[in-house]
């Protein structure tokens, strides 16, 4: 999700609409109602993949007719982020709740899938000027419910720990202020007063044993430092943080080392040090949710841009992928997003947004290793070796002509006409030499089908910028299909040029402007992705076929015909949940669909 432009957004929010109502009435969950695995945190474990290949009779063959919406529920204000689903009920939160004062506030809602009927509710209050950059206050990530207990941040950069059955209060950790009853001395909240955005929480956290991870900063505010906490899942007491702002050049910040200006060192816990220079580099914020090998015992953490910003190579740990022991925090490694993998030259502010998936990649016979794949808002998709973050492949996503030449129309850099930049682009010579954010990569986190070895991956931003509104659609696929050993395009192409999936369209190529602003997940030989027009779709994972859609809503109004968000399916069982910002309806929907056999 791009930051800068949605910050012009605060003025064009959705109408208020009807309260939510319940569509059935409570009822005990079946015990044949109840299959594992859970999608207990964002895209479903650990490591990220996205993948139910157990517990689900959702396949390719009749699809079409037996995936069908059982509820819809409105809800106070818009779904920005994937549900969980643990045991039979769907955890999920909203922003800007209109049962919060003025919109300032969130909601997070306990529903039974079965019934569609929402049994739980917690609800919170923030004052006005603890809004994010977005004006979102709320929620925006996915939590994660492990051992009787539901986990989230929120955007007013706190971090709640409540109860699974009650929703109740457990704790509550400030991050974004020191909290010191919780071993908390950070106080990171300099250039808010002058009107910059403050430290969010946008990172969906991770549980391992008894302890919680979870990431959060700002990387558009030019005072601020980020960081990865560590806390104890039962108490909420921080074991440890790690700055990811890099203090001095060539060498690598320690856990627990924290910048002097943050911290009052008069009450610093005594297990804290502080660093008094100036940094490297401030931003650098991990955004997505974090990702845990156990073999390894590391955290795979991606990060956004450095603060000022800065071409590739950028400076400290920014643009790329940091690794830290889960025990101690300890640096582990750091890879960088590779400079010559920008489609334009001249890109400029790549972060990367979405998560690292972990898998197993086979290199020959009883040659496997631990391989990290995550994308880039550049278009750049890398597998790394997850022990030395060695690159053992990338390729870009976005297309070219068949001769290997760039395309006018991708990732333009310069409008002679603002309001139609694809049908009156600039030459490639103009983009390339003009310094630009591109909005047409990839923003969200790959999913896996380790039966097919592939992977796929989500393509293009948010699609209301009058820079940019949205993907070249004529020539680039909302989602990608890749061989996990190659990245090569797995799907059958045609005989285009550039090259397009033949089995695919529609709806790719068809709907101006439609963007993959999510994150897939795969189920059996199922891949589902949902899009800006806000629609989810099913296609066949081996070769693309189109297989089942539906539209959530429409989009708000705003730029370039309005926005909207549905960031994705989460899978349980023979059901799919996804939720989204639309039009209308206080901004938010979810929608609960069950497979029925015929």
């Known amino acids: 999700m791009d930051k800068k432009s949605e910050e012009r957004l605060k003025t064009a929010r959705r109408p208020k609409a009807v309260a939510p109502t319940p569509t059935a009435t409570p009822a005990a969950l079946s015990a044949a109602a109840a299959p594992t695995p859970d999608w207990w945190m964002y895209h479903g474990d650990h490591a990220h993949t996205g993948f139910v290949g157990q517990g689900s009779d959702i396949k390719s063959e009749n699809l079409a007719t037996s995936l069908k919406m059982q509820t819809e529920l409105q ?28 919109q300032n506030g969130g909601s997070f809602y306990k529903i039974n899938i ?5 049994e739980k509710t917690f609800n919170w209050d923030i004052a006005a000027d603890e809004r994010d950059t977005h004006s979102f206050t709320g929620m925006g990530c996915t ?17 709640y720990c409540l109860d699974q059955e009650t929703l109740e209060k457990v704790w509550i950790v400030d991050l974004r202020n020191a909290d010191l009853a919780y071993n908390q001395p950070v106080t990171n909240t300099k250039g808010m007063k002058a009107g910059y955005p403050p430290a969010a929480g946008w990172s969906s956290p991770v549980v391992v044993g008894n302890r919680v991870y979870v990431g959060i900063g700002e990387g558009e505010n030019p005072f601020l430092y980020s960081f990865v906490y560590c806390l104890d899942a039962e108490t909420g007491n921080v074991v440890w943080i790690f700055c990811t702002c890099q203090f001095e050049a060539g060498k690598d910040n320690q856990p627990n080392v924290l910048p002097a200006e943050v911290v009052d060192q008069s009450t610093l816990p ?9 940094p490297v580099t401030r931003g650098s914020s991990v955004w997505s949710s974090i990702a845990y090998d156990a073999g390894l015992n590391r955290l795979f953490c991606t990060t956004g841009n450095p603060q000022p910003d800065s071409v590739l190579p950028s400076p400290g740990y920014s643009n790329g992928l940091l690794t830290l022991d889960a025990g101690s925090g300890e640096f582990k490694g750091f890879f960088q997003v590779r400079a010559d993998s920008n489609y334009r030259p001249s890109d400029i502010d790549v972060d990367v947004g979405g998560s690292p998936m972990l898998f197993e990649l086979n290199q020959g016979p009883g ?14 998709f890398f597998v790394l070796h997850a022990s030395t973050l060695q690159c053992l492949y990338w390729r870009q996503l ?4 068949n001769n290997g030449t760039q395309i006018p129309t991708v990732d333009p850099h310069v409008y002679s006409n603002p309001a139609s930049p694809v049908s009156n682009p600039p030459t490639n010579g103009q983009s390339n030499t003009t310094a630009a954010e591109n909005y047409s990569g990839t923003f969200g986190t790959p999913a896996l089908n380790p039966d097919l070895q592939m992977i796929y991956i989500a393509i293009g931003g948010p699609n209301y910028h009058s820079a940019s509104p949205g993907i070249d659609y004529q020539t680039t696929p909302f989602m990608r299909a890749l061989d996990f050993s190659t990245l090569a395009d797995t799907w059958p192409m045609d005989d285009n040029d550039p090259q ?5 369209s529609p709806p790719m190529y068809t709907n101006a402007a439609e963007c993959g602003l999510s994150s897939p997940a795969v189920v059996n030989d199922v891949v589902f992705c949902s899009t800006t027009k806000i629609s989810l779709y099913a296609f066949k994972a081996d070769d693309g076929t189109f297989l089942w859609g539906d539209d959530l809503g429409e989009q708000t109004e705003g730029y370039n015909g309005g ?20 039009f209308g309806r206080d901004g938010g929907i979810l929608r609960i669909y069950k497979w029925q056999s015929e």
Request: charged residues 15%; contains cysteine; hydrophobic residues 45%.
């Open 75 to 102: 809800l106070d204000g818009p779904v920005l982020s994937i549900p969980a689903i643990v045991e039979g009920y769907i955890y999920v939160g909203i922003a800007n709740s209109h049962e919060a004062m003025a």
């Open 563 to 582: 926005y909207g968000y549905c960031m994705g399916p989460a899978v349980w069982g023979n059901y799919v949940v996804a939720g989204a910002l639309i």
């Open 143 to 159: 939590p994660a419910v492990r051992d009787g207990k539901v986990y989230f941040i929120a955007f007013n950069g706190k971090f």
């Open 367 to 380: 040659d496997n290793i631990k391989a990290v794949a995550f994308g880039c808002k550049n278009g750049g």
């Open 270 to 278: 005594e297990m804290f040090t502080v660093y008094k220079g100036e």
């Open 398 to 401: 976005l297309p070219y002509y």
């Open 114 to 118: 079965e019934t569609g009927q929402i």
């Open 500 to 504: 397009r999936y033949l089995n695919a």
